[in-house]
C-alpha cells in the first residue's frame, strides 16, 4: 500500500445528490427525533471530491461551484477529523497522527435543497481520507463516524438504492434497479426549506399517513424482488405522494405550491418532492426524456411561465445511479449512534 507522503495524485472521490422516492414519518422519538421509513436512490449528478495529504499545517478545503456555508460547518472537515480520530495508531504511519490533508470540493448538487449533498460530501470525505492515509476501518466504524457528522451521512456509505429507518442510522441497502436506469429532472425552486422546521411543523400537526408507509414499505418489497427501471417509472405517481413532509414544507415555503402545479401543468406527468424540499423530482423512462423535460423548464423560466423567485430554478437532467458499494451486505441494515440533528 502507498505510504501517504509518497501518494504523487490526490485521492478523487464522487459524493452523489439523492432524492427519496419515498418518506414516510412514523412518529416521535423519545430522544425528540423522528423514526423514518423512507427508500432513497442515489443520483449520477455528483460533488467531486480529491484530497492530498499536506506537507504542513491543518485541514482545509477549497469549494467551488455552489456556496457551501461556513467553513466550521463544513462536514469534509469535520469526517476527515473524525476519521483520523477513528484511525490514530492503527494506519502505516504508526504511531505518529495521520497527516493533515488538503482538499478540495467541486459543489455541483445545490445547498440545503432536501438532495443530501453535503451528506454526502462528509461520507466521500471518510473515504478518501481512509485511502490517503493507507488506512482502513470496519464498516460498523465508519457508519458511526458518518452517523456523528449527521442523520443523513451514513446512507451514502451503502452506495446504491437503500432503505433508511430510526433516524437515519439504519441503511439497508437495496437492490439496483433492473434494465434501463430511469431519467430524473430536477428542479430546485428559489425557495427555502428548514428541515428541523419541517420536522416541528410535523409534529404539531400529528402523527404521518398510514398510506405513505405502505407505500414506502411495498416499494422497498419490489427492489428486493427485482423491480425494472420502466416499472418504477410507472409507479412515480403513487410515490410523488408518499412524503409525509410536503404539506410541511408547503406551508413554511408558500410559494412552493403555486411552483409545482405550474411544473405540473408544464411537464403533466407526476411531480415528487424530496425530503423536505425544495427539490422537486420527475421520473423519465430515459436520460433523454429528462433532458428534454430539463430544456423545456429552462425556457419556461426564463419566459416568465413558472413562478420566478429571488433567481431562476435549478434545473438537472441525471439519471438515477449503479450502485458502487459492496452488495454482499444486502438487506443487513447498518446501525450507527447518531449523534445530529435533522
Known amino acids: 500500500m502507498t505510504e501517504p507522503s509518497r501518494r504523487l495524485t490526490p485521492v478523487v472521490r464522487l459524493a452523489p445528490a439523492k432524492i427519496n422516492l419515498t418518506l414516510a414519518v412514523l412518529g416521535r422519538r423519545p430522544d425528540g427525533f423522528h423514526d423514518l421509513h423512507s427508500v432513497v436512490a442515489p443520483l449520477a449528478l455528483a460533488d467531486r471530491l480529491s484530497v492530498a495529504v499536506r506537507a504542513s499545517g491543518p485541514d482545509s478545503v477549497a469549494v467551488t461551484g455552489f456556496d457551501a456555508g461556513p467553513m466550521a460547518d463544513n462536514l469534509v472537515v469535520r469526517a476527515i477529523a473524525g476519521t483520523r480520530d477513528a484511525v490514530r495508531g492503527a494506519w502505516p504511519g504508526a504511531p505518529s497522527v495521520p497527516p493533515s490533508l488538503a482538499a478540495r470540493l467541486e459543489k455541483r448538487i445545490p445547498v440545503a435543497a432536501g438532495l443530501g449533498g453535503g451528506s454526502s460530501d462528509g461520507a466521500a470525505a ?64 428559489s425557495t427555502s426549506v428548514s428541515t428541523a422546521a419541517a420536522f416541528a411543523l410535523f409534529a404539531a400537526g400529528g402523527v404521518g399517513s398510514g398510506s405513505t408507509r405502505l407505500s414506502s414499505e411495498h416499494l422497498a418489497s419490489e427492489l428486493r424482488n427485482g423491480l425494472s427501471g420502466p416499472d418504477l417509472v410507472v409507479r412515480a405517481g403513487v410515490l410523488a405522494s408518499a412524503n409525509d413532509l410536503a404539506l410541511a414544507a408547503a406551508a413554511i415555503a408558500p410559494d412552493l405550491v403555486p411552483f409545482r402545479r405550474a411544473l405540473t401543468r408544464l411537464l403533466r406527468r407526476p411531480i415528487g418532492l424530496s425530503g423536505s424540499g425544495p427539490t422537486l423530482w420527475v421520473l423519465y423512462p430515459s436520460l433523454a426524456g429528462a433532458q428534454d423535460a430539463a430544456a423545456a423548464v429552462a425556457a419556461a423560466a426564463g419566459a416568465g411561465e413558472l413562478p420566478r423567485g429571488a433567481a431562476p430554478p435549478f434545473v438537472a437532467a441525471t439519471t438515477i445511479a449503479a450502485t458502487t458499494a459492496d452488495t454482499s451486505s444486502a438487506d443487513r441494515p447498518t446501525e450507527a449512534a447518531a449523534e445530529a440533528t435533522h
Open 126 to 189: 471518510i473515504e478518501a481520507a481512509l485511502e490517503a492515509w493507507g488506512a482502513d476501518l470496519p464498516g460498523e466504524q465508519r457508519a458511526r463516524i458518518a452517523a456523528s457528522l449527521g442523520s443523513d451521512v451514513p446512507l451514502f456509505l451503502a452506495g446504491g438504492m437503500a432503505l433508511i429507518e430510526g433516524r437515519g442510522e439504519r441503511v439497508t441497502p437495496l437492490p439496483d434497479v433492473r434494465g434501463d436506469r430511469p431519467g430524473v429532472l430536477l428542479v430546485t425552486p
